[in-house]
């Protein structure tokens, strides 16, 4: 394969753990130290993984960004007015600071999957440029990704931006295949990185942040403290490459050289033995296996049909024997009908249409001199026993 062809790499390295565990810290740290790798692997000095383009995406900042915003700043006020008596603290201050920071974090998950989508958008288009101009090296990036992704969820949105990628760019290769110059889209891998800090650190933490947009009420760190989900590759296959960073006394001395020797093992990994593939096709059936489903899906909506007309037909008998002929020739005519249909989707909605039809057959073949009286009583009981059989206790 052409050199220019070869797939770069996309690192991407998600930070796991409670407010005030020390993440952003350590995630600072592992920027720093992956900047410092590039310089040193341009002298040839590095001992670590080298990237050739590093990405920082700190939600706190995004979330800053949105308090910046104009139409945020509109909404802001709504929570907050002069007259308001709470104004001066308690606990319906605290309430309208959560809702109000809740907003703000919901919008900065969304803006931050839309940072990263570009990012992967923009390493495909910037390959597809410098392909035109000779072979190209291999190139790495790294992204970090600083927030809480206390719920697993959280997680699988940053799979899906991946994921949806990879489609749509096989997608594209797809479409290409016949051209020399094909690019192949980058090979991107997740890893974790989980804070595991005691919620009382986390707390503790926290309350330094008082009077900045970085606290959090210390009843929404409590909540998330019992709803989190570490890292666990038993329940999704994509958090396989994990590293757990346990009982922090000193966030800075945490960085230690064993802890990025095990963040380039799992980066490694997680592209070249563990990258994110496309969704899985939704299986497609034969022409025999759609026949054979269309065969079984309409002796199932025939064999219900049967039910309904044999309770009904059972009722009806109960009520008046004199009926039983005519109830069991209505029976006989409608599964006759019933048999003749060849797909189950052209059965009409529903099952009221059975009463109606089960109802003009039986009326049909009563007697000619039937009083008009006991044919709108016979319509009536009917009636009644069809919702019997629909709602049975």
């Known amino acids: 394969m052409d050199a220019r062809n070869a797939s770069d790499e996309v690192s991407i390295l998600i930070l796991v753990g409670l407010p005030g565990s020390g993440k952003s810290t350590i995630a600072s740290s592992i920027v720093q130290h992956y900047l410092e790798q590039q ?4 002298s040839a000095t590095s001992t670590y993984l080298s990237f050739d383009d590093i990405s920082y995406i700190e939600y706190d900042a995004v979330a800053s960004d949105i308090y910046n915003d104009e139409n945020w700043k509109h909404l802001n006020a709504s929570f907050e007015t002069p007259n308001d008596p709470t104004s001066e603290g308690g606990a319906d201050l605290d309430s309208k600071i959560s809702s109000r920071n809740l907003i703000a974090w919901r919008k900065s998950r969304h803006e931050a999957l839309k940072l990263l989508r570009n990012k992967l958008d923009e390493k495909s288009e910037q390959k597809g440029l410098q392909s035109q101009y000779g072979p190209q090296k291999h190139k790495r990036t790294l992204v970090v990704m600083d927030d809480n992704f206390h719920l697993r969820s959280m ?3 940053v799979y899906k931006v991946c994921q949806d990628f990879i489609r749509a760019s096989s997608l594209d290769q797809i479409s290409h295949d016949m051209c020399q110059d094909r690019i192949e889209a980058p090979r991107i891998g997740l890893a974790f990185l989980y804070v595991d800090t005691k919620l009382e650190s986390c707390l503790l933490n926290n309350d330094k942040r008082s009077g900045t947009s970085r606290f ?11 709803t989190i989900e570490a ?5 999704a296959k994509f958090e396989l490459c994990t590293v757990v ?3 922090l006394n000193d966030n800075k001395a945490s960085c230690s050289n064993e802890l990025y020797t095990e ?5 490694s990994l997680s592209t070249t033995k563990f990258p994110v593939s496309p969704p899985q096709p939704l299986n497609v059936m034969s022409p025999e296996q759609l026949d054979e489903e269309r065969l079984v899906t309409l002796k199932s909506r025939i064999h219900k049909i049967d039910l309904i007309l044999r309770a009904l037909v059972g009722a009806t008998c109960r009520h008046d024997k004199k009926l039983a002929r005519g109830a069991n020739e ?3 005519t409608l599964l006759m009908e019933c048999k003749n249909i060849k797909e189950a989707s052209d059965f009409e909605e529903g099952n009221a249409w059975i009463l109606k039809k089960f109802i003009a057959c039986v009326v049909q073949n009563l007697d000619n001199d039937l009083d008009a009286e006991r044919a709108i009583k016979i319509r009536l009981v009917l ?5 019997i059989s629909e709602n049975p206790k």
């Open 383 to 387: 009636n009644d026993i069809f919702f």
């Open 263 to 267: 963040l380039d093992r799992i980066i």
């Open 330 to 332: 209505a029976r006989k």
């Open 155 to 157: 997680r699988r949105d």
């Open 216 to 226: 959090v009420p210390e009843g929404i760190i409590r909540n998330m403290n019992q």
């Open 245 to 247: 960073v346990s009982d």
């Open 231 to 235: 890292p666990d590759e038993s329940k």
């Open 39 to 42: 310089k040193d692997h341009l």
